[in-house]
Structure formats: C-alpha cells, structure tokens
C-alpha cells in the first residue's frame, strides 16, 4: 500500500521560512516524479514544484521562483521543499504526491498525501 506523509507546516510571519518532508513507502522511489502542490481556501489546487524521477528535471510555479526549492533523497524515500521568504499569500495546504508521467498537474498524479496546513501571518 503506498503512503505518502507530509510534515513540516506550521505557522510562520511574513519572511519566514518552512521546510516541509514527505515520506513515501509502498512505492519504488526511484520510478516516480515527485511535487508540491497547494490548495488555499476557495482556490483550485495548483503545481507549486515537482522533481523527475531521474535527471534532476525540476518545476517552479512563478510565484514561487527563487524562494522556493526542492529536493529529494531516494535513500530515504523522501522529498523537500525548502521555503523561503514566505508571504501570506503562500498560506494552505500543502500536499505531496508522485506520479509517473512527467508533469507538475494535479490529474497526471497516481498518490498523494493528506496534506500539511502552512499558515503565513504575523
């Protein structure tokens, strides 16, 4: 069974910085492309940054470029996304999720996770 967990959110002010992990198991690591997605309140959830299975191909929502980052460590099934400079317009949830086509879109993705809530306010 494959499982996804997010950690890390929080509330944090404007100018803060978070780093959120999620741990896979029941999936081979390595096969899947990786991302962030978000869902604030009344929105539609949107592609904030996804990794490739292999190569190192990554993606970044403009609204997040150059204050966001992600990673992974296929040793230990996991994925980051380092926040940095955050506004209160990065507040919502954040899901993980893996898939096996290469794309940042919520429909191309096979698992996701139950999400982690991340608050920006002072």
């Known amino acids: 069974q494959v499982q996804l967990v997010e950690s890390g959110g929080g509330l944090v002010q404007p100018g803060g910085s978070l780093k959120l992990s999620c741990a896979a198991s029941?999936?081979?690591?390595?096969?899947?492309?990786v991302g962030w997605f978000r869902q604030a309140p009344g929105k539609e959830r949107e592609g904030v940054s996804c990794i490739s299975s292999s190569v190192g191909y990554q993606y970044y929502a403009d609204s997040v470029k150059g204050r966001f980052a992600i990673s992974r460590d296929t040793g230990k099934n996991t994925v980051y996304l380092l926040m940095n400079n955050l506004k209160p317009e990065d507040t919502a949830v954040y899901y993980c999720?893996?898939?096996?086509?290469?794309?940042?879109?919520?429909?191309?993705?096979?698992?996701w996770g139950k999400g982690t809530l991340v608050t920006v306010s002072s």
């Open positions: 999720a893996a898939g096996t086509n290469w794309s940042c879109v919520s429909r191309t993705m096979d698992y």
């Open positions: 029941g999936v081979t690591w390595n096969n899947y492309n």
